[in-house]
């Protein structure tokens, strides 16, 4: 399982081994600490959206709702 998360993270769950294989044949590297800037804010980027649709449409996708304590808090 991939969990692509609001600050442009990528969390895998599984098979990490084969994640870590495909991943570095496209040229990324594991990051061993993830550190977001505080202040920091969130932008909707529209012309990105096209990129977007054409990912999700070239996979097959299981979506589930939001778990508690997964939103942000207001």
Not at 15 to 34: D, M, Y
Not at 37 to 63: C, R
Request: proline share 8%; charged share 25%; aromatic share 10%.
């Amino acid at each position: 399982m991939l969990v692509y998360d609001r600050h442009n993270v990528i969390y895998a769950y599984g098979q990490l081994v084969r994640f870590i294989a495909a991943l570095e044949l496209e040229g990324l590297t594991e990051s061993k600490e993830v550190r977001f800037p505080g202040p920091h804010a969130h932008h909707y980027h529209p012309e990105f959206d096209s990129n977007e649709h054409a990912i999700l449409k070239n996979e097959e996708w299981t979506v589930s709702p939001l778990r508690p304590g997964d939103e942000n808090p207001e």
